[in-house]
């Protein structure tokens, strides 16, 4: 992965589909994981690492507008 995909977000629809049993299963999954993440937040402030993005173009320090 090149440095330049790593930082710009891929949000094009995949040809993916993933339904019924297995579909809830995941969506589950899913779900737990990030509650548990924020309950344990909750329980214990700065455990959880959330992601940040780069920085955001045009809006860098000591950048100024002509």
Do not use: C, Y
Request: glycine share 16%; aromatic share 4%; hydrophobic share 30%.
């Amino acid at each position: 992965m090149s440095e330049h995909s790593a930082l710009t977000r891929d949000d094009h629809p995949v040809n993916l589909h993933v339904g019924g049993r297995a579909g809830a299963a995941i969506k589950e999954f899913a779900g737990r994981l990030w509650v548990g993440r924020i309950r344990r937040e909750v329980r214990k402030p700065g455990s959880t690492i959330w992601p940040k993005g780069g920085p955001r173009p045009g809006r860098q320090r000591g950048v100024t507008s002509p």
